[in-house]
Antibody
Framework: EVQLVESGGGLVKPGGSLRLSCAAS????????MSWVRQAPGKGLEWVGR??????????DYAAPVKGRFTISRDDSKNTLFLQMNSLKTEDTGVYYC??????????WGQGTLVTVSS | DIQLTQSPSSLSASVGDRVTITCRAS??????LNWYQQKPGKAPKLLIY???SLQSGVPSRFSGSGSGTDFTLTINSLQPEDFATYYC?????????FGQGTNLEIK
């Protein structure tokens, strides 16, 4: 059974940093493309970015609002996905979901972790 | 960026009804259109991918159609557990984008 468990969310001041983790199990993580999707309180879904598998180059793509501030990385030895978030803004507040990406599709989702950016 | 416009934004229906939600893309996306269901406080769940393919385990009352720029999600014989918010998403090109959502409520 595929399981994705996010952690690392919390309260941070504007301009601060936070690192989210996503522990994966139930599939061959090293072969998977992975993605982060976020949802502001009471709002819709927003794609944050994705990382390809190392065999497909391991490259990353980001949405414009987070490019240059957020970095997605992976540790295939620990089956873990990361999202390093710097220079956080109040508009980054929301629930952050880790997802698997199968043929471009977000097929499995974690339960999400809440990030609150507030002074 | 490719914009997705869902209609309606909200919808009231009764158990047993048939409902249709529409998603229109700002440019052609072939069949790279997916549908998700989200219940309050829960993660989204994939229902339909590639416009019309039913994800494993999803009831057959859900169906999708369309290609190019116009797509529909149809739910036949609504069940109580189907009342939720539905999102379309295009996986044709990055940045991946979602529609604004359709909130399906009980009448």
């Amino acid at each position: 059974e595929v399981q994705l468990v996010e952690s690392g969310g919390g309260l941070v001041k504007p301009g601060g940093s936070l690192r989210l983790s996503c522990a994966a199990s139930g599939f061959t993580f090293s072969n998977a493309w992975m993605s982060w999707v976020r949802q502001a309180p009471g709002k819709g879904l927003e794609w944050v970015g994705r990382i390809k598998s190392k065999t497909d180059g391991g490259t990353t793509d980001y949405a414009a609002p987070v490019k240059g501030r957020f970095t997605i990385s992976r540790d295939d030895s620990k089956n873990t996905l990361f999202l390093q978030m710097n220079s956080l803004k109040t508009e980054d507040t929301g629930v952050y979901y880790c997802t698997t990406v199968g043929s471009g599709i977000h097929d499995y989702w974690g339960q999400g972790t809440l990030v609150t950016v507030s002074s | 960026d490719i914009q997705l416009t869902q209609s309606p934004s909200s919808l009231s229906a009764s158990v047993g009804d048939r409902v249709t939600i529409t998603c229109r893309a700002s440019q052609t996306i072939s069949s790279y259109l997916n549908w998700y269901q989200q219940k309050p406080g829960k993660a989204p769940k994939l229902l339909i991918y590639a416009a019309s393919s039913l994800q494993s385990g999803v009831p057959s009352r859900f169906s999708g159609s369309g290609s190019g720029t116009d797509f529909t999600l149809t739910i036949n014989s609504l069940q109580p557990e189907d009342f939720a918010t539905y999102y379309c998403e295009q996986s044709y090109s990055t940045p991946l984008t979602f529609g604004q959502g359709t909130n399906l409520e009980i009448k």
